[in-house]
């Protein structure tokens, strides 16, 4: 045994004294696995349950795996208990280790007054089946564990983010706000996300997205976290958030369940994969050979959605096709809505005069709930254009793409019978123009995005981050990674005049397509669809190609910019092409870009859903395709 001098053992003896009495601990919970499934278990119960001891039953740091069963009163019996869970399989987080006992409370006149051991169908050994009370919240239906002293506590089964999408996986907290989830799984820059049991939640009309898991992009504010905004220095500098952005509570007031914040390129400028990306690294699109571009900036969401079967819808922002391009890239469901839906208060602003929130999600059903949700008063038309105008559709099947979407075309124009009308923009625009606007449109808009986003964001953003990061550090200035600091200098090269120039462009040709193109109707919403194509997104992420560069020019993917109407990606198909990666065939998604009048995002969700309801859309699978398949980086592994 050391020895050690009476002086310094006292003084020891003193500083251990004074710590104790400042000591603050804390559980925060912990993790444990089940049938080999792992879990977070809350350092806090969901409620206390009173019911009989019982001894003898497996458990893991004293705690019990068990069951909650709520049944009505006279269907108490072996064959109702099994008819209510055997609806439980279908559960990701629930699982049969779970029926090591099983807790059964009645919701009428009593409570079971019988306990006794029963064998129920996948359980592998006999249940415990006890009745209890509630002392709190009446728990719901699903998997619990319980403690000796009748804590029950809802478990969130982790998950490993192998595609990078995560920012920050979290849970609730206390008063609404948030917390990190202290919990991970073995994994390279992996970490876990916790989800909690779908079996919890019941949808109702006022909760149309009770029990959705939802992801966050990270330029949206989430209270009790920071927001990163794609930026290492944004996160480091500023506290953590005191109120939820309006969009994100919002979706919390509809039921949604927030299961982390998820990555952004940095201050949402758009970005390439592996070039731009300094601070943190781009997100892995799974599609095809898992080396495609995910597109920006709501990267995280993108990959996320296209990956992740455990995660239902993610939120993004759209301001010059931040939703649109992931959307496409990885075959899912995203719309750019409206401008002006909703209000962004608590997000962080690109340009507002086109920055809009919207989703990206695999299942138009829910994307329908998510938007009733989040646009208050948005008008659901139920009849439908007749007249569907297309820009840039290819004219013959000359490749698979093309196949895919003149197939696409026919059909739709088959089930709206409707005409279709190839669109010349130009032709259009020389046709009837403003008489004092420019003949050409590129001379019209050809810097009015990139004044616009870099203008306001410098305003809005740069300026007020720059100049409090200096007071506290000695005058330095932050890390900003290369694309936000070239589109920044661009704007910072032209007088203050050019913004309003820049928004009197934007006006100009948004009052003519408003009413030239795409006009409102008071039968249908809109007097006609615009359709788009953006084509097979073959973009290598091992490739350089140049430094980033200002965002010039007017595309077809500026026309909702622009005019703020809604533009929403579908998943059409898919097609083939060589991959370099892999040196094998491969497939990437195919997808078509619906436009209609301002106002007729409504019209476009019940659209949708009508056009899946018959066989011309397919909900999008996760996976290496849109039809699923598994992801080129999972296979021949585990605990993924």
Not at 342 to 348: E, F, I, K
Not at 375 to 386: H, I, Q
Request: charged content about 10%; hydrophobic content about 40%; glycine content about 10%.
């Amino acid at each position: 045994m050391p020895f050690f001098p009476l002086t310094i053992f006292c003084g020891l003896f003193s500083l251990l004294v004074t710590n104790a009495v400042a000591l603050t601990l804390t559980s925060t919970g912990g993790t444990l696995t089940l049938n080999d499934v792992p879990y977070y278990v809350p350092g806090t119960p969901y409620t206390t349950v009173s019911t009989r001891a019982f001894q003898g039953l497996q458990n893991v740091n004293s705690l019990v795996p068990v069951t909650v069963v709520n049944v009505a009163a006279g269907n108490d019996s072996l064959s109702d208990l099994e008819s209510v869970i055997g609806k439980f399989a279908t559960d990701d987080v629930w699982n049969s280790g779970f029926l090591e006992a099983i807790l059964v409370r009645t919701t009428g006149y009593g409570y079971l007054n019988s306990s006794g051991t029963v064998s129920l169908p996948g359980s592998n050994t006999s249940s415990v089946v006890l009745s209890f009370t509630s002392g709190g919240s009446a728990p719901a239906n699903g998997p619990y564990f319980l403690s000796p002293g009748g804590a029950l506590f809802q478990p969130y089964r982790l998950y490993i983010d192998f595609a990078g999408a995560f920012t920050q996986p979290l849970i609730p907290s206390t008063n609404g706000s948030f917390a990190a989830l202290p919990a991970a799984l073995p994994g390279i820059q992996s970490p876990a996300v916790g989800v909690p049991s779908r079996l919890y939640y019941t949808k109702t009309a006022s909760k149309p997205l009770a029990g959705v898991r939802l992801g966050i992009k990270d330029i949206y504010d989430v209270a009790g976290v920071k927001t990163s905004d794609g930026n290492r220095a944004v996160y480091g500098f500023y506290p953590p958030k005191t109120a939820n952005s309006v969009p994100v509570q919002r979706l919390i007031d509809a039921g949604a369940i927030i299961v982390g914040k998820m990555k952004t390129s940095q201050f949402a400028n758009g970005e390439t994969a592996t070039a731009d990306w300094v601070d943190y690294h781009s997100p892995f699109n799974p599609r095809g050979d898992g080396y495609q571009d995910p597109s920006s900036s709501s990267s995280g969401p993108g990959a996320g959605a296209a990956s992740y079967p455990w995660l239902d819808l993610t939120l993004g922002s759209d301001t010059g096709g931040s939703i649109r391009g992931p959307s496409q890239v990885q075959g899912l469901f995203g719309n750019r809505p409206s401008h002006g839906l909703v209000d962004l208060t608590g997000v962080m602003p690109l340009a507002p005069e086109l920055d809009t929130a919207g989703f990206l999600c695999r299942d138009p059903t829910i994307w329908k709930d998510a938007g009733i949700a989040l646009y208050a008063d948005l008008p659901f038309f139920t009849s439908y254009p007749t007249s569907v105008q297309t820009l840039n559709f290819p004219v013959n099947a000359t490749t698979q793409a093309s196949t895919v979407i003149l197939s696409f075309l026919s059909k739709l124009e088959t089930f709206l019978k409707a005409k279709i009308t190839p669109l010349n923009l130009t032709t259009s625009w020389t046709a009837s123009k403003p008489a004092s606007a420019p003949a050409s449109l590129t001379t019209l808009l050809n810097i009015t995005y990139p004044i616009l986003i870099s203008k306001e964001q410098t305003r809005l953003v740069r300026d007020p981050f720059y100049a409090a990061y200096a007071a506290v550090h000695d005058g330095r200035r932050p890390f900003v990674d290369p694309a936000p600091l070239v589109r920044w200098a661009f704007g910072d090269s032209y007088p203050d005049s050019a913004l309003t120039e820049a928004q009197t462009n934007k006006t100009i040709f948004m009052d003519w397509f408003n009413s030239h193109v795409l006009v409102n109707d008071t039968k249908t919403c809109s007097d006609s669809l615009l359709l788009y194509s953006a084509g097979l997104g073959i973009q290598y992420r091992n490739q350089y190609n140049g430094p980033p560069a200002v965002p010039f020019g007017f595309s077809t993917g500026r026309i909702s910019v622009f005019s703020e109407v809604p533009d929403v990606v579908v998943p059409i198909g898919q097609a083939s092409y060589q991959s370099t990666i892999t040196n094998h065939t491969e497939v990437l998604p195919v997808t078509v870009d619906f436009l209609a009048a301002k106002g007729c995002d409504g019209m476009l969700f019940n659209l949708i859903l009508e056009l899946t309801a018959a066989g011309i859309l397919n909900v999008s699978q996760t996976g290496q395709t849109i039809a699923g398949g598994e992801i080129l980086l999972k296979r021949g592994m585990t605990g993924l």
